[in-house]
């Protein structure tokens, strides 16, 4: 981890920002000697990658200019605080005028204001961003270390390959599978008793690497399968997530809500069959509208206008069959006046597809039944810049590595319980969300 200096809230920085943000020309060329920033992981170095992409676009960071860990109910707001402190002093010079472009940070929270572990915004030293065949890259240096502009091959130097972790052996976290099945159990007879309409529960497994993991061979190899998601790496949370809790750009807003599953069998014929199924059981359409409905409901004193679908579409991924809809709108005032997409993110976090409903009954039940600390399980984690505008997702098939000990990983998964919901299908749903990380490990 790179030693940088570290903020509270309001508190001044020891130099302001220089912000300095470059076009890369001749992208994916190939030029001798030039790195190819076609693809943005390889660009990576081993010391704690940053990362949001999709589909070969997004950002990539490394290096830590400032680092501001934040705790409780007020986390977001102090983070949002701090960044804006960053900005109040920073020098920003930008060639590109792109979303993603000048100053960056990027951000990982806890699930829940209690939780020890809080959260984290990182500003990086170095960024390089990739959108619709243009890329870019920004370095952000202390005013005191001022120097002449890097370029790309300036900051990506001495990169070895990611080594693979060999082999993994895995035990059961902090509540055994078996034992998890008594926990959907008291969630769906607190469901049926009228304490909660929905509740997700949640289950983790340890995974012990025989190599120190090298977060960028985790990385690959999600992007590679999982294109559709949302492949990310903040402060040792890594992971795919295929559901988009926030993305606000120029006054537009979009979150992509998933809930509901059914696991494919890797038969295309029989899997469309079950995309029928799951697109029509009752079970799931009433999960997946509450949360939509949640949705909406937060999004809406933001909005002045708003598109909620009113029949979902099946997502297809590698593993499973979800039910997806994409909520858009335009957000009220004229631009600048916004507020941020971590704001946003703050509002409308928990979802009641990560939380439940009603949000405050159902997270007092997890807190009762589920056994376990999701620390930045089920949290928001992404980016956001100067302007306001970032992308947060929801932190889902995700992973933590272990700060004291980079063998060691939690896994984590969830699943969304109604009253009609079975426990052994439950876990049998954990279990197909658990296979994206098993995946990014060395899994088949």
């Known amino acids: 981890m790179s030693t940088s200096p570290s903020s509270t809230p309001g508190e001044p920085l020891p130099h302001p920002l220089v912000v300095r943000t470059v076009a890369l020309d001749g992208l994916g060329d190939g030029r001798a000697g030039e790195p190819d920033p076609a693809d943005l992981l390889d660009l990576l170095p081993q010391d704690a990658p940053l990362a949001w992409v999709r589909r070969g676009d997004g950002l990539v960071a490394w290096g830590e200019a400032?680092?501001?860990?934040?705790?409780?109910p007020d986390r977001f707001a102090d983070a949002e605080r701090a960044w804006q402190q960053v900005l109040a002093h920073a020098v920003v010079r930008d060639e590109v005028g792109l979303p993603g472009t000048g100053p960056v940070a990027f951000g990982s929270f806890a699930f829940d204001d209690a939780s020890a572990d809080g959260g984290t915004v990182v500003v990086p030293r170095v960024v390089v961003g990739r959108r619709a065949?243009?890329?870019?890259?920004?370095?952000?240096?202390?005013?005191?270390?001022?120097g002449?502009?890097?370029?790309?091959?300036?900051?990506?130097?001495?990169?070895s390959a990611p080594a693979a972790p060999g082999a993994v052996e895995y035990r059961d976290g902090a509540v055994a599978a078996d034992d998890w099945l008594d926990v959907v159990a008291r969630g769906v007879a607190a469901i049926r008793a009228g304490e909660v309409d929905k509740v997700v529960l949640a289950r983790d497994v340890e995974a012990r690497t025989e190599h120190p993991l090298d977060v960028r061979w985790a990385l690959a190899r999600l992007a590679g399968r999982y294109r559709s998601c949302w492949t990310f790496s903040v402060d040792g949370m890594i992971g795919a997530t295929p559901e988009l809790l926030v993305r606000s750009e120029r006054g537009l807003v979009t979150s992509r809500v998933l809930a509901g599953t059914i696991r494919r069998t890797g038969d295309d014929a029989a899997d469309m069959?079950?995309?029928?199924?799951?697109?029509?059981?009752?079970?799931?359409?009433?999960?997946?509208?509450?949360a939509v409905t949640s949705v909406a409901d937060a999004l809406a004193p933001f909005c002045s206008s708003s598109n909620v679908p009113d029949v979902p579409f099946v997502l297809s991924l590698p593993n499973v069959l979800h039910l997806a809809s994409d909520v858009t709108g335009v957000l009220r005032g004229a631009e600048g006046t916004h507020p941020s997409s971590l704001a946003l993110a703050a509002a409308l976090h928990p979802t009641a597809a990560v939380?439940?409903?009603?949000?405050?009954?159902?997270?007092?039940?997890?807190?009762?039944?589920?056994?376990?600390?999701?620390?930045?399980y089920a949290g928001p984690v992404g980016w956001f810049?100067?302007?306001?505008?970032?992308e947060w997702g929801i932190a889902l098939r995700s992973a933590r590595v272990d700060p004291d000990d980079p063998h060691r990983l939690r896994l984590f998964a969830g699943c969304g319980v109604v009253a009609a919901s079975d426990p052994?299908?439950?876990?049998?749903?954990?279990?197909?969300?658990?296979?994206?990380?098993?995946?990014?490990?060395?899994?088949?």
């Open 273 to 290: 069959a079950r995309a029928a199924i799951l697109a029509h059981s009752s079970k799931d359409l009433e999960e997946h509208e509450y």
């Open 355 to 376: 939380c439940g409903t009603p949000t405050q009954a159902a997270r007092a039940l997890i807190a009762r039944v589920e056994g376990m600390d999701r620390a930045r």
């Open 66 to 72: 400032l680092r501001v860990d934040v705790h409780g």
């Open 385 to 390: 810049g100067a302007d306001g505008d970032g």
């Open 424 to 444: 052994a299908a439950e876990l049998a749903e954990s279990r197909a969300k658990l296979e994206p990380m098993r995946f990014a490990l060395g899994g088949d």
């Open 133 to 146: 065949g243009r890329a870019w890259l920004t370095t952000l240096t202390p005013a005191a270390r001022l």
């Open 148 to 159: 002449a502009a890097p370029t790309l091959a300036d900051v990506v130097t001495g990169r």
